[in-house]
């Protein structure tokens, strides 16, 4: 096929198929998100223009914004389908960096595209180059080379032959998904080839399964048999994996207890009598007090970051870790007992070397309910409701009452992943949740929630952020608001960025630059802003609200009007700036030798475990039991 550089790669792009979660053939490329200038308007722009029935584009307006968009619906769809994202040169492609990062961080598909300078150097420099007096081969774009799986800069139309197989291979790798940049020279973009027309047959990607090592496995299930109390922690590769029912059955079989990471959330309904809460900084203090009395720990799926682990000091000292997962880079951390395969598979075949009839001690079992049940009670004190200004806890609680099957929960940074991760209950069916807490991006709630209410047609998205994220990234609610695509955002205004500021005052630090109070100005009555009025601007429906009963009211409103007009619908909120939920659970912090918080710090990092001995872990504990080591009883004493 005779083409340009860009008409090939959108060819491409429309070519690419995926299997879906549940079986259905969908397009690996569903969607592009696009801000054009002059380094990809005519490229780019025109092939896209050409096929823009079979590849539907959307308009951004930041190019972070679009990109974040581009990740909520990877996120939304398990990983199964890829939005692309393409800017121009200069400041619209450095614009999408950090994107490009929540990307990595959380494992997430996306394909960037940003336009690059001319390859024949001829005009140089060119509007929004930036010149690097010592290498004319850079460019800004080099920039995303750290936060990039795979990078190439296309110099030659042929290049895409050879290139292209390697972007579905890493978008498309459940070890290695993540962001692909593919750079575009704005003359490259127009330059004609003739490409071979075996490059644009339909192909259909299938997620692989990689099966375990036989010797690993063994090692695993004997490690497993050894243990009295062993606990399972459920990543966001079970979710992925879908592999949550061979998970259950192993557990429901053999009485271990389970507990979830915040990308591992509503896999399992909170109900469920093995459950003990989600683990970690912004868990629950009931999943952390079983992990600290925990002797395994088979972790499926997890990166087992700070916030899961309690910067490595929610387990106990001589715990054995046994890991589950697809990357052997995450599956070895800290000398774990790795396990290097699929989660589905994986689990299926560990299962097989366990005896049928092999369960741990019904008080251990019953430990996961009782504590939890604690955990219940204190969650239920926090939303209970009260007069005046509602708290973090409480508007999530509403929201989760109000939730439906099917229904998309999500947020990223601040005070309400916590609030989320640790409070949420999760009833059967749903409602799935995207914490975006790997890179924990403010403006990803509104943006990546643009991107969630495209890909998930099952249910109402809602997305809960605070006035910082919503003044620091926005403009996709207009974007969302004029595509037509429906969700709930609410917004929680309580000043100022409130959890920085419970951060610095509880560590000792004076309370500085983060509520508005302590911020400088020279002005005596400094203005405030009018979320409100800002999300009616942008084309959204609105509904403020003074009181717990009134955010009630205005959230059950706000769906209505989400799904009535095909818009998104902003609830708005004045929340309290220092009520949270508290899991109990110690986090590695910079404290200066002269704050109040060092006090904490040393013990602290005598907690922290820094390397597990595989050797001690397995080998020596095959078949025996730690000398000393008592069940707990299951009266949560």
Known sequence: MYSTTAQALVAWLIAQRAEALDGREVPLFPAVFAIFGHGNVLGLGTALAQRRDELPTWRGHTEQGMALAAVGYAKATHRRQVGVATSSIGPGALNMVTAAGVAHANRLPLLLLPGDTFTGRAPDPVLQQVEHFHDPTGTVNDAFRAVSRYFDRITRPEQLIATLPQVARVLTDPADAGPVTLALPQDVQAETFDFPDALFEPVVHRIPRPRPDIRALEAAAAAIRSAERPLLVLGGGVRYSDAISQIMELAERHGIPVTDTTAGRTLIAHDHPLYAGPLGIIGSASANSLAAEADLVLAIGTRLQDFTTASWTVFASDVRVVTINTARFDAVKHGALAVVGDARVTVAELAAHLSPEGRVEESWTRRAAVLRGGWDARIDELRAPTAGVPSYAQVVGAVNDLSEPGDYVMTASGGLPGELVGGWRAHGAGPAMDVEYGFSCMGYELAGAWGAAMAHTGGLVTT???????????????????????????????????????????QGGVLFNNFYADCRTTLPDPPRVNFAAHAQALGCAVFPAADLAEFRAAYSDARAAALEHSRPAVVVVRTRPATWTESDAWWEVGVPQHLSGRADYEPGKRRQLRYLDPARSVTSQVGQRRPGAEFPDGNGG
Do not use: T
């Not at 994220?469 to 960025?497: I, K, Q, R, T």
């Open 464 to 506: 809960l952020l605070g006035d910082g994220s919503y003044l620091m990234a926005n403009s996709e609610l207009f974007s969302a608001a004029f595509a037509g695509h429906p969700f709930v955002a609410v917004v929680c205004d309580n000043d100022g960025y409130a959890v920085i500021a419970r951060l610095q005052a509880g």
